[in-house]
């Protein structure tokens, strides 16, 4: 999987991106480093997300910097929302180099106003729990048995 730039950003494991090892030599050393599990890094490899891995000669795979940072960022897709299929999508025109670029930039520009959809839906959640606190707060300090305003908009 060719990377996209986003270098020196921290991963789920807390390890900065760019200071990623040229090579990892276990499935648990990339696990730790990219924030997914093993278990994940095999399921991702199995459905083609991830490429499979080289072995060494006992079996146990290995890693290379390419493919940490793009663990690194399908935990970042995966953590906006991205579905698996968008991912794989996503990776298989990563795939094609330079001429699937436009394809990306509007498969993340679509995603992106996904997020932006969830942010404001989000925002308009918490002004309405942020008015019953305060509702609540209120009536705490002044009680009024017959004020059973629950809406935002009857202020």
């Known amino acids: 999987m060719k990377t996209e730039s986003y270098r020196g950003n921290t991963t789920q494991g807390g390890a900065k991106v760019k200071d990623s090892p040229d090579i990892v030599t276990s499935i648990k050393q990339a696990a730790e480093f990219s ?3 093993e278990d994940t890094i095999r399921y991702y490899e199995k459905i083609g997300l ?5 072995r060494k000669a006992n079996g146990h795979r290995i890693y290379s910097k390419n493919q940490l940072e793009g ?3 399908l935990t970042r897709l995966k ?3 991205m579905t698996l299929k968008e991912m794989k999508s996503y990776r ?5 180099g330079s001429a699937s670029i436009p394809q990306r930039v509007f498969i993340l520009i679509e995603h992106k106003k ?3 959809n969830e942010i404001d839906r989000l925002l308009e959640t918490q002004r309405i729990i ?3 606190i305060d509702h609540y707060n ?3 300090l002044n009680p009024d048995i017959n004020d059973t305003a629950c809406d935002p908009g009857e202020e």
């Open 35 to 37: 924030g997914l599990s």
């Open 50 to 54: 991830l490429p499979y891995a080289e």
């Open 71 to 73: 663990m690194v960022f």
């Open 79 to 81: 953590a906006s929302g």
């Open 92 to 96: 298989n025109l990563s795939e094609q």
């Open 114 to 116: 996904r997020i932006q």
């Open 130 to 132: 942020d008015y019953k």
């Open 138 to 140: 209120e009536v705490l």
